[in-house]
């Protein structure tokens, strides 16, 4: 089927061919990647946009001796198929498949894992850093997209590097996307000066205004025509590169590939830092990808000929839907509510907020912990900030939350999407960790709705706390419940009984409830009679409505969709700790000590017994060790 890439086991492969044949090449890739992701799903767009560069990097590198870096990963899939793992590559963000990002466990040639951005030049730095004390003289390239150049710790790294003078080959990739349409001045500087146009019109306007001096206008003509090419200098984003200490060249066409082969054929014996500017179309090669690229940017399966999406059949509305146009509707009537996204609107579900309230919306680019710092000042100043940003990308701003938010009490809402198990990004991405690294912090509010109906109803009650509130919920859609049309504020926390029953109880908090709920009725089947609480808050804790029900049963499970050190169920051990309660049994279900690799989140919640079956099997079980040995009889 691909008679040229079927040859290809390794770079070394690649390298046999001629030059002449690397376009052919490369529309065997396209091909490949098109049967391989219409099924899998992944992150389409970014890869079509890459092949020929990649095949340039590979062609003139010597990897893994040569360290090629994939800042974010999502781009990395013609460098997989290349190296070694074509094969398996239908098995690409499957479960027990290969990742859809670079792992360094997964292959020698994957120089850095990856899944979070802006991290390439950074690592490339270090192992530039790491070659020349140990003496060695391999080549570091760090392939970085437009988007996550926006990423703060970027721009700290290539100040480092720019004054470090380090080997280090920084290849920008540009296709002026992020995931949406990139946003930010620089942005808009590196494309703005690249039309041409901008730089023609600047021209114009000076050549008009020196002809219009009387006398002397012609003279500062001359002058200014001498000047014309430092002008032209400064104005191309090489003066920013080189003003950091980069060599910058550029910008290139990326789908050029003898021009590629040329430049990065010279890069190798380059000294210093160099920035290499390539210029490339997203989604190149397949029209509806180039026509919609943030719809391929991670798009599940797909039909090749029409670029029509295979639709879920019945889903109900996701809960980023959901949070969403609940925030539209609570801004309807609130104009000090605003909105924050860190390169995320469409994720996120704020591209409607977006649209009803452009003044109030805000793209920080891929920056989150200046995101929240943003969100802070606004709330400083009297608005209702709504940060959206996935769980996992919080864990980027951290002290942003402690330091700018909660130790001054700044009434921001952190609303976490992709809170739990995300699926086929695996553990780069599932957001197992937020209520463990907020739940510490004083001041701090979290909360986590059962379904799509109370986040609604958080949504309102964060907002209107005034206070830090963070709300997690998870990737996906929800249950498809009747949504109240009235939106209310829940009172802070209180959760709530839903099931009673005498012999033990369960507290879920967040997705485990609809589950906790189902495995009390499979126990009642087995004559077993649980509580289910929905606890709603992970902080504050419902101290009476936990500890009444910890005396009436003597036996609590607690389940949560985070880790257990230091998660939900740790806050309730606290919690009894706290009080001097004894004699109270506590197991604790969630995400063990360990990363939770890719799969569907269903197979992910079966093996981890956080479905149904796996609670109702775990209460089980803990209830038959009841007479077990305790610590002071074991002494
Ligand atoms: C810290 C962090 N925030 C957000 C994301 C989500 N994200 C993944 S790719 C991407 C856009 C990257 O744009 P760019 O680097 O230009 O690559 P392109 O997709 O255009 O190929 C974003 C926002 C992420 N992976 N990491
Ligand atoms: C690479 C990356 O970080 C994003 O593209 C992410 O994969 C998006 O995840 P969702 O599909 O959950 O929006
Ligand atoms: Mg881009």
Redesign the pocket.
């Known amino acids: 089927m691909y008679p040229l890439l079927d040859r290809i086991e390794s770079p070394a492969d690649l390298k046999k061919l001629p030059q002449e044949k690397l376009a052919e090449l490369a529309a065997e890739i396209r091909q490949f990647l098109l049967a391989n992701v219409s099924r899998t799903g992944g992150h389409l767009?970014?890869n079509l946009?890459?092949v020929e560069l990649t095949l340039a990097i590979h062609y003139c590198f010597n990897s893994p001796a040569d360290r090629i870096i994939f800042?974010?990963g999502?781009?990395a899939y013609t460098h997989k198929i290349l190296t070694g793992r074509r094969d398996r590559f239908y098995t690409q963000r499957q479960y027990q498949g290969i990742s859809g990002f670079p792992k360094r466990s997964e292959s020698p040639h994957d120089a850095f894992g990856a899944?979070?951005?802006?991290t390439s030049i950074s690592a490339g730095l270090g192992m530039a850093v790491g070659r020349d004390l140990q003496g060695s003289d391999s080549k570091v390239i760090a392939v970085?997209?437009?988007?996550?150049?926006t990423?703060g710790i970027a721009f700290e790294a290539l100040n480092q590097a720019g004054h470090l003078k380090k080997n280090l080959i920084v290849i920008l990739?540009d296709?002026e996307?992020?995931?949406s349409k990139?946003v930010g001045a620089f942005s808009s500087f590196l494309s703005k000066k690249l039309t041409g146009n901008y730089y023609r019109d600047l021209k114009k306007e000076m050549k008009e205004l020196l002809e219009g001096i009387p006398a002397i206008g012609g003279n500062i003509l001359h002058f200014a025509r001498k000047a014309e090419n430092s002008l032209k200098g400064f104005l191309t984003p090489g003066a920013l590169f080189e003003a950091l200490g980069f060599d910058y060249f550029g910008p290139l066409q990326g789908h050029n590939l003898p021009h590629l082969i040329e430049m990065l054929e010279n890069a190798r014996g380059l000294e210093g830092p160099v920035l290499i500017h390539v210029m490339t179309t997203?989604g190149k090669g397949y029209q509806p990808a180039e026509e919609n690229p943030a719809l391929f940017?991670g798009v599940g399966p797909f039909d090749v000929a029409t670029g029509k999406v295979t639709a879920v059949k019945g889903g109900a509305k996701s809960y980023t839907g959901i949070f969403g146009e609940t925030l539209v509707r609570l801004a309807d009537d609130d104009p000090k509510i605003v909105a924050i996204t860190?390169?995320?609107p469409d994720g996120t579900g704020l591209t409607p907020f977006a649209r009803a309230y452009p003044q109030r919306f805000f793209d920080v680019g891929?920056a989150?912990q200046h995101g929240l710092t943003f969100a802070a000042g606004l709330a400083a100043d009297g608005f209702r900030p709504v940060a959206a940003i996935?769980s996992t990308?919080v864990q980027?701003a951290y002290d942003q939350v402690f330091h700018d938010i909660c130790l001054q009490k700044l009434p921001v809402t952190l609303a976490m999407d992709r809170a739990g198990l995300v699926g086929d990004d695996g553990p780069t991405h599932h957001g197992v960790f937020d209520i463990s690294y907020l739940r510490h912090l004083p001041e701090m509010t979290l909360m986590a709705p059962k379904d799509e109906n109370e986040l609604q109803h958080m949504l309102k009650t964060a907002i209107y706390a005034d206070r830090p509130v963070a709300l997690r919920y998870p990737r996906g859609n929800g249950y498809g419940v009747r949504l109240d049309q009235e939106i209310a504020q829940l009172p802070l926390g209180k959760g709530e009984m839903l099931v009673d029953g005498d012999d033990v109880a369960i507290i879920a908090i967040g997705c485990t409830v609809y589950p906790a709920r189902e495995a009390a009725t499979m126990l009642a089947e087995r004559g077993i009679r649980a509580t289910v609480i929905n606890a709603r808050f992970v902080k504050p804790l419902d101290r009476e409505l936990i500890l009444a029900t910890a005396s009436r049963t003597g036996c609590l499970i607690t389940v949560e969709e985070n880790a257990l050190q230091g998660g939900f169920g740790s806050a309730v051990l606290e919690l009894l700790e706290q009080e001097g309660v004894t004699g109270v049994r506590v197991k604790r279900l969630g995400i063990p000590d360990r990363y939770i690799e890719q799969g569907p989140q269903p197979q992910l919640r079966a093996d981890l017994g956080l479905d149904a079956a796996g609670i109702a099997a775990s209460v089980e079980a803990f209830l038959s060790q009841k007479n077990r040995p305790t610590l002071a009889r074991i002494k």
């Open positions: 767009a970014s946009g890459c800042d974010v999502h781009q899944g979070h951005s802006s970085i997209g437009d988007g996550s150049m990423g990739n296709n996307m992020s995931i990139n997203k940017h860190a390169a995320m891929i989150e996935y990308f980027r």
